[in-house]
Every structure is written in structure tokens, then in C-alpha cells.
């Protein structure tokens, strides 16, 4: 069974930072897409970053690039969103959630979410 388990979420600053931490377990996930969204109270869920967990290759949400940066550690099966900067418009619920390989764009595996709260 798939298990995605976030953590590192909390209360900063508005232009401070955080790290969050996807701990991913259960399967082998060559060739999976890493990816973390976020979901804001009254908005839609969206996407922020993605990784290729064999080949590295990153993708963000224009809106979020170079703030926010997409990381793994193959040996700790953990994949990391670093995010530099914050706004008040950063805070969300931030998921972990793991794409197989043959799936399309449908994200096959959700974390529980971590909230991240940006004050001004």
C-alpha cells in the first residue's frame, strides 16, 4: 500500500521560509512523477511542482518558479518542496500526491496535506 506522509508545515512570516517533506513508502517509485499541490479555503486545488523521481527533470507552476524549488533524496524516499519568499497568498493545505507511470495526468496516490499559514 501506497503511503505519502507530509510534514514541516506551520505558521511564518510573510517573506520566510519553509521545507516540506513528502516521506513516501510502500513501492518502488522509478518512473513515478512526484508532484505537491496546494489548495487554498475557497479555491481550487492546484498544482505547484512536479518531479520525475528516475530522472530528476522539475516542473513548476510559472506563477511559483523560482521561489519555490522541487527536491528528492532517493535514499530517503522523500522528495521536498522548498519555499522561499512566502506571501500571505501561499497559505494552503500543500498535498504530496504520486503519478504511476502510464497514468496520464491523473495522480494515482495523496498524502493527508500540511498546512502551511503565511502571515502579513
Known amino acids: 500500500q501506497v503511503q505519502l506522509v507530509e510534514s514541516g508545515g506551520g505558521l511564518v512570516q510573510a517573506g520566510g521560509s519553509l521545507r516540506l517533506s513528502c516521506a513516501a513508502s510502500?513501492?518502488?517509485?522509478?518512473?513515478?512523477?512526484m508532484g505537491w499541490f496546494r489548495q487554498a479555503p475557497g479555491k481550487e486545488r492546484e498544482f505547484v511542482a512536479g518531479?520525475?523521481?528516475?530522472?530528476?527533470?522539475?516542473y513548476y507552476t510559472d506563477s511559483l518558479k523560482g521561489r519555490f524549488t522541487i527536491s528528492k533524496d532517493n535514499a530517503k524516499k522523500t522528495v521536498y518542496l522548498q519555499m522561499n519568499s512566502l506571501k500571505p497568498e501561499d497559505t494552503a493545505v500543500y498535498y504530496c500526491?504520486?503519478?504511476?507511470?502510464?497514468?496520464?495526468?491523473?495522480?494515482?496516490?495523496w498524502g493527508q496535506g500540511t498546512q502551511v499559514t503565511v502571515s502579513s
Open positions: 500526491a504520486a503519478r504511476a507511470p502510464g497514468a496520464g495526468t491523473t495522480y494515482n496516490y
Open positions: 510502500g513501492r518502488t517509485f522509478s518512473r513515478y512523477i
Open positions: 518531479i520525475n523521481w528516475s530522472s530528476g527533470t522539475t
